[in-house]
C-alpha cells in the first residue's frame, strides 16, 4: 500500500514538473524567434556622454520595440550593472508603426532637462495608435544601483 502511494505521489510530482518546465520552455520560445526582423523602434540615449573623459566611461540605455502577430514586446538594456534589462509584452491586434511610439527620457524626479547632477534614469514608453494611447509604462534605468544601495544600508 506504501509503496503504491509513493509510485503515485512521484508521479505526480513529474507532471508538476513537466507542466511547469513545458510552460517556461514556450514562454522562452516565444521570445527566442523575435528578431531583428520584428523590430520596429529603437532609440539609444547616453546620461553622461558630455561628463566623462572617455568612451569607455559613456552609459547607454535603450529601448527596443518588436511586434510579432498580435503582440508588441517592449525590451530594455544598457551597458552598465547598475540597470536590470526588462521585457514586457502587451497583446495589441492592430498595426503599429514607429510614429505610434514615443519614449520621454526624465531624471528620476521626472525632469526632462538634465544635468551632470540630474542624469536621465527613467524611459516612458507611451504607445498609441491612431491617438489613442493604449500603453504607456516607465521603465527606470537605475533600479539595480537603488538596489545596491539599500543592501548597503541594510548592512
Do not use: C
Amino acid at each position: 500500500m506504501k509503496k503504491r502511494i509513493l509510485i503515485m505521489g512521484l508521479v505526480v510530482l513529474i507532471v508538476i514538473i513537466s507542466v511547469v518546465l513545458f510552460i517556461i520552455f514556450n514562454k522562452y520560445m516565444k521570445y527566442k524567434n523575435i528578431n531583428e526582423d520584428n523590430l520596429i523602434y529603437e532609440e539609444t540615449v547616453s546620461p553622461n556622454e558630455y561628463y566623462v573623459s572617455s568612451d569607455e566611461e559613456k552609459v547607454f540605455y535603450t529601448i527596443k520595440i518588436y511586434k510579432k502577430n498580435n503582440t508588441i514586446i517592449v525590451k530594455s538594456s544598457s551597458n552598465t550593472s547598475f540597470t536590470k534589462e526588462l521585457q514586457y509584452e502587451i497583446n495589441y491586434e492592430q498595426e503599429i508603426t514607429k510614429d505610434d511610439i514615443k519614449i520621454e527620457w526624465t531624471t528620476l524626479m521626472g525632469d526632462s532637462n538634465y544635468t551632470k547632477e540630474n542624469q536621465i534614469a527613467v524611459a516612458i514608453v507611451t504607445l498609441s495608435h491612431n491617438g489613442e494611447i493604449f500603453s504607456q509604462r516607465k521603465i527606470s534605468f537605475v533600479s539595480n544601483a537603488i538596489d545596491i544601495i539599500v543592501d548597503a544600508v541594510n548592512q
